[in-house]
């Protein structure tokens, strides 16, 4: 009942921010997007299987690769395109001397 209840929060504030601070920086708006379809992704996987269901195993280098699943992908891309897009969006206000 914990995940259901934070998953529902973070899909309620990600959706905020995306309405309310994006403004039309795409990367922003592409990280949040993926951000909601990792979220929802593992909520449906919660709320139909009780658990969330990792399938994707790899062995990169010889090295055992935690296991994770499409939507572990689509969260931890959305985190990296946040930190760029915010790094990005703090030196593009500055070059136009806002604040």
Excluded: C, W
């Amino acid at each position: 009942m914990f995940f259901f209840i934070v998953t529902a929060v973070v899909v309620v504030g990600l959706i905020y921010f995306l309405h309310k601070e994006v403004n039309g920086f795409d990367l922003l708006g592409y990280s949040v997007g993926l951000l909601l379809a990792g979220a929802i992704g593992n909520f449906i996987d919660r709320l139909f299987r009780g658990e969330v269901v990792d399938f994707v195993d790899t062995y990169p280098f010889g090295y055992n690769f935690p296991i994770f699943n499409v939507a572990d992908m689509a969260l931890t891309f959305g985190v990296i395109f946040m930190i760029i897009g915010v790094l990005f969006e703090e030196k593009l206000n500055k070059e136009r001397g806002q604040s």
